[in-house]
Nanobody, 115 residues
């Protein structure tokens, strides 16, 4: 069984930064892609960023140049560094880690950006 735990959400002022972390543990034989989604009230679930096992990254246009996704394969952990944050970044952020060829989801963490 695989467990995924997120951390790092909270309240930040516009222009500020936050770093989210998401770690998988348990019986893991292989980890493929990792990524982050977000959902704001009244809006669709949105892919924010993803990173493949080869380190190839993809970003939503709305966060390009501000957010950076990275991974630590030794720790089965993915990070999302969020800089120059805007009120429209306010959402519940959820990570996923494809472990043992199956997507495993974190519990979600609230990120609120005040203007």
């Amino acid at each position: 069984q695989v467990q995924v735990v997120e951390s790092g959400g909270g309240l930040v002022q516009a222009g500020g930064s936050l770093r989210l972390s998401c770690a998988a543990s348990g019986r893991i034989s292989r980890v493929n892609s990792m990524g982050w989604y977000r959902q704001a009230p009244g809006k669709q679930h949105e892919l924010v960023a993803m990173i493949t096992s080869d380190g190839i990254t993809t970003y939503a246009d709305s966060v390009k140049g501000r957010f950076t996704i990275s991974r630590d394969n030794a720790k089965n952990t993915v990070y999302l560094q969020m800089n120059s944050m805007k009120p429209e970044d306010t959402a519940v952020y959820s990570c996923y880690i494809v472990a043992n060829w199956t997507p495993q989801w974190g519990q979600g963490t609230q990120v609120t950006v005040s203007s």
